[in-house]
């Protein structure tokens, strides 16, 4: 897709002859033609590099003083709108997004007599059917449609084809399928040799390969994000989707550190404290845990505690880096991976108390780690408390998921796979293995049924992997190495699949061969 000398003349045409394009530092190369004032230039492509970054804050300021600068520059208003789509993370304010339209003009139609060029107006037009009417999911199909008209329009618009591509990503509203990612990283690839450094168009190929299948191809894209956007947190962080996707995990400790320090630097410049909860801290935590720097992880737990028990007395109950959790329930996913992981079935951590919250699918998955850890680490005594206290919470989760208008399907079949793993431990406890199995190995295929996601595993306990120590204390080598396989298939280097395998091989000889018969 080179530029023709034609586009290059009509763009040079539709613009004011003083504003020209150009690059933005240490957030990525953006170059985006527009009919703004050349003083607010620096403001608004700025604004575009964090855009294509998912810094939606930064975003939504720069694309402000743009206004203030220029209260007439259409595109800045377009952007401060887009800043309201999370497109990946399927969230949309849609009113939010309403109310910064209205600021450039009452109307669709009086919207688009500011904007100065054909582009322009096409940019508008998208973005006014983003928040339309209608359902997010039929919006978003027909958003995705208008992005892919106008990046066929404008073929030398590198910002419109990344900004199609995510639209696409966008359109997977029941989970990640394959056809809908690679249709966007086809999308994407077709410009990325011309636009390595685009923030957008790396950024979103990292998007379309974030699985243990696809990770290998995103590689490239992960090792020239970090590079280009070193003053932007999520930049650093989105390099550790591809490493964790391949277990590498002293390139996700890494990439996190990172990210939390250029976050923490930011925060600090604005007077405000260092955060420890959140999706970076997640990543971080699992992947210390993953490497058994089990003191690294503990600490970075326990700065999450203490925020999260702040957060509560102050009962502000704040979002977190990750806008799906609040900073309790990312304290409780935290906690939850750490007992999982570590298998440090009688820690301090297992004895911690739930801070009073709201958060009923927090709540949840806290008492699943108690309950887990007591059946797990042999507390008869306190375990069939802590299971009940679970069932307890679980109830309250889907009391409060019925009545969600818009509420992710997966979080419910997450608890139902939660509460059978509980009831499996238990049925083991009890001399009923073959019981156990036979409860597990349903859910096992639910969950591989459920859409491939990215990060640390959805269910905190993947169900192989609890399928595999059974069968080897049952003696069953060869069908726990079947059971690790699997899970390290969905969890590449996994640590606990890790230690089955090789307590398999141990076990079962010399050969490997299996004992079992089967």
């Known amino acids: ?72 520059f259409a595109m800045a208003y377009w952007g401060e709108a887009m800043t309201k789509n999370h497109a990946i993370w399927h969230q949309q304010d849609r009113e939010g997004a309403r109310e910064v339209l209205i600021k450039l003009g009452p109307s669709a139609d009086a919207r688009s007599t500011k904007a100065k060029t054909v582009r322009e ?15 997010k999911d039929d919006r978003d199909s027909r958003y995705c449609l208008e992005m892919a008209q106008l990046a066929r329009q404008f073929p030398d618009d590198v910002d419109a084809i990344a900004l199609y591509a995510l639209s696409i990503l966008g359109t997977a509203e029941n989970g990640r399928d394959f056809a809908t990612y690679m249709r966007a990283a086809a999308v994407l690839e077709e410009v990325f040799p011309a636009h390595p450094r685009h923030p957008g168009v790396v950024h979103y190929l990292i998007h379309s390969y974030d699985d243990p299948i696809h990770a290998p191809l995103g590689l490239r894209a992960a090792r020239i994000y970090s590079q280009i956007a070193p003053d932007a947190g999520h930049a650093q962080h989105m390099t550790s989707h591809i490493y964790l996707a391949l277990g590498m995990w002293d390139d996700v400790i890494k990439a996190n550190e990172t990210a939390i320090g250029v976050v923490n630097q930011h925060r600090r410049s604005a007077g405000k404290s260092e955060f420890a909860c959140g999706h970076y801290g997640e990543w ?146 009890r001399g009923k293995g073959a ?17 491939i996601g990215y990060g640390p595993p959805m269910v905190n306990k993947p169900v192989e992997e609890l399928i595999g120590e059974i069968l080897f204390k049952q003696g069953d080598f060869a069908g726990a190495r079947r059971s690790f396989q699997s899970a390290l298939a969905g969890a590449p280097e996994r640590i606990v699949a890790l230690q089955g395998m090789k307590m398999v091989n141990v076990g079962d000889g010399p050969r490997g061969k299996g004992t079992s018969g089967l």
């Open 435 to 451: 019981e156990a199995l036979a409860l597990l190995r349903p859910l096992a295929l639910e969950e591989r049924q459920m859409p």
């Open 284 to 429: 971080l935590e699992y992947s210390y845990l993953q490497r058994a720097r089990i003191k690294d992880a503990r600490e970075v737990l326990r700065r999450c505690r203490a925020e999260a028990l702040q957060e509560v007395n102050d009962a502000k109950h704040g979002k977190t880096m990750d806008p799906g959790k609040s900073i309790v329930g990312s304290f409780s996913e935290m906690r939850a991976n750490f007992i999982v992981n570590s298998q440090l079935w009688k820690d301090e951590v297992v004895d911690w108390t739930f801070p009073e919250s709201a958060d009923e699918g927090a709540h949840m998955t806290f008492t699943f780690a108690t309950a887990f850890a007591r059946l797990k680490g042999g507390d008869k005594a306190r375990a069939i408390e802590a299971v009940e206290q679970f069932e307890g919470t679980r109830k309250a989760f889907d009391d409060w998921f019925d009545k969600q208008q818009e509420s992710d399907p997966l979080g419910k079949k997450r608890a139902d796979i939660l509460s059978g793993q509980l009831s499996a431990l238990v049925l083991e406890a």
């Open 121 to 135: 107006k096409a940019y508008l037009h998208a973005v006014e059917v983003l928040y339309g009417d209608g359902s």
């Open 1 to 72: 897709m080179k530029l023709t000398s034609l586009t290059a003349i009509f763009i040079a045409a539709c613009l004011p002859p003083h504003v020209s394009a150009a690059s933005t530092k240490d957030v990525g190369e953006v170059n985006f033609a527009n009919s703004g004032a050349a003083g607010a230039q620096e403001e608004f492509l700025r604004a575009m590099a964090q855009l294509h970054n998912f810094e939606y804050d930064d975003s939504a300021g720069h694309f402000r003083k743009a206004q203030s600068i220029d209260p007439d």
